[in-house]
């Protein structure tokens, strides 16, 4: 039941209209670029395959390298903006490399280049990632601290929704069989994903500003390089991350299943987009209910959500559980994702929080 204190709490509507406008303007820049990335995304294996003879070896090689190098700057990234005290200056050079190398997917003819570009824009994410979570935790007092967040991953969330969607009405218009389109074709379409992305960077320059730091006594130690200057919670909640990651799997598995259950090959794009919807509305509610019950309880409760999930997909045998499993499933995102870097800010202090979400973002990453 409800504290005296929470039937007086303002309704979820009201309490994301006091949110800063950093918050409001990370997480349209945040929505922006994903509606980008999720318009190639999508396309870029059968380009990649069909187009530039690209071996499934090959395609699973670029996709490996891009997301490891980002864990990997994550790290210093985050280290370097707590060191000199800048968070808008990484966060607007990691999306502006993205900016810069998307477009150049346009007009790359080998797949080694495809490597090329798109590690370089997996680069950019890594610059970003880490100073952006920090830049995000000190717009906003501990209270709304778990709202913030849920509120910047619903909206990356919604930006999945709308990017393959523009990717199918691009296709259809740019296309002349979009059934099987052309080489030149498919990088049109790389050409307008790139618009959003860019928009993005003026939301950044006009929009978003540089929060000061707090005042720190003197005898505060310096800030190192190192997991030594956090205290235990933190380097358990790094193992137990890490720990429950490394027994993750990929969604792909998932819709494999989904398929042998009975959905149909066309509809696993629109089940994809579901589970995505999902993701948004339990990242909007779940953000709050951190600020509201605890941290701790919400991202347990997910955990379960996750396992029980999987536990289902042993069993199914019919499209409809396959429909209401994915549902489901979106939901442990919206307990975990925000809500897990809500609590590193907890844990650690505003001038140490760059280095903290590097170290988290990297024990994700790697496992």
Known sequence: MPTNDESKRPGLFARYKTLPVNVFALSFVAFLNDASSEIIYPLLPAFLALSLGATPFAIGMIEGFAESVASILKLFSGYLSDKFDRRKLPVFLGYSLAAIMRPLLAFVTTWQQVLVVRMADRVGKGIRGAPRDALLAGSVPVENRGLAFGFNRGADHLGAVVGPVFAFFLLSYLASDPQNPTAIEYQKVFLFASIPVALGLFVIIFLVHEEPRPEVNGDSMPIKFSLSQFDGNFKRLLFIVALFTLSNSTDAFLLLRAEQSGVSPAMLPL??????????????????????????????????????????????????????????????????????KAFVADMVEPEKRGTAYGFYNLAFGIT
């Open 271 to 340: 089940l994809w987009m579901t589970l995505h919807f999902s993701k948004v509305i339990s990242s909007l509610i779940g953000g709050d209910l951190s600020d509201r019950f605890g941290r701790r309880s919400l991202i347990i409760t997910g955990w379960i959500i996750y396992a029980a999930v999987y536990v289902g997909f042993a069993f199914i045998d019919s499209a409809w559980q396959a429909w209401a499993l994915f549902i489901v499933y979106g939901t442990y995102f919206g307990l975990t994702e925000g809500v897990e």
